[in-house]
């Protein structure tokens, strides 16, 4: 019998999305769509990555680039890819920054085949780029970036690390150290309540600032402000498992095989972003976001009656609060910009975060 002592939860979440070749997402598997284990916003509808190039339409200049990171099958770079050149505001070049080895070649492939012209203005990248000027996109990146998971107990938050004992995977809380001091949490909750604080989202988004010379950075995630974060009825946290299209909250089940994710605390990034440097440039839910971008002048477009109704219900799953359009939200930073942002014309809840 062997007992290890724990480490933490972000680490454990590293190896179980990321170990090279082993992870979830350096893995074979599917992943996305209706084979995988969960559907994306591009993946439900080309609309979403057209309406996201409208609002880089407006940035685009014919010198600056765009930046994706983690860009899943490679779906959205081809969706924004084309409507940029329809558009003739295509970037200069873009850029894809992406961890897993697997996904990359899955992406080149992919982007190829619908694209054979515009290939090669794809350029992949292991790190961040020096002096970047453009537009950066994260989509469902930021719930992908390993978090903290913490117990309130005593009248303190604690880390709850992860455990091994004969090759079972247990929680276990760290309990030398508390961590209302290293991050905003609630200065009070009922005992047992659950949370995460996701320290390495915080640190990327500095990084971020520190290799931009200039532009906008669209993230696009589930997630809300600080005050819904910590809702004391949210007492197990935003932890979500998923695998084939079902979500479960046992992150020690299916390890390598399910997806894991924390929702987004979008005040703890804007404030983040603020200390960087950034300017906090719009706050919405995804179907304000896109409404204001214009989505349904697409279905005027198509001529074809049962493919309109078809977008139409595409459309549906990306807005209504029932589906993805209130869940989702989408936060704007910008360094050195001064270009007023469409996608915020209908709704800017900056002032909630
Ligand atoms: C849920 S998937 C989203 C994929 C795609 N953006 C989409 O919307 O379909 C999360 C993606 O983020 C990537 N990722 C996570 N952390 C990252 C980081 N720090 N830098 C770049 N990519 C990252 C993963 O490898 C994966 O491709």
Redesign the pocket.
Known sequence: MQKSSPIGFDEFMDMA??YPGLGY??SGLP??GEQGD?I????TSDLFGYTLARQCSDIMDGENDIL??????G??AAQILFELARLDKLPKIYYI????AE?KGRQKKSIKKVLPELIDKVVWIDTLPFDFSGVVI????????PAKRLVYKDSAFYEMGVGCDDDELSWEVFDSEHMNDKAKLPSRASNDYKTEVNY?SMA?IDSLYSSMKDGLVLL?DYGMDRAEYFHPQRDDGTLRCYHRHKANDNPFVNVGEQ?I?TSVNFSDIAEQALESGFVVSGYATQAMFLISLGIEQYLSYESDESKRINLAQQIKQLVLPSAMGESFKVLALTKDLSVALKGFDEQDLTYKL
């Open positions: 999305l990321y997402y350096s992943k996305f969960f994306t916003a591009p993946e994706e990171f983690g860009a899943g099958s779906v959205l920054l992406e961890l897993s996904l994260a989509n469902e990146v930021l719930d992908a970036i390495r990327w696009i997806d994710t």
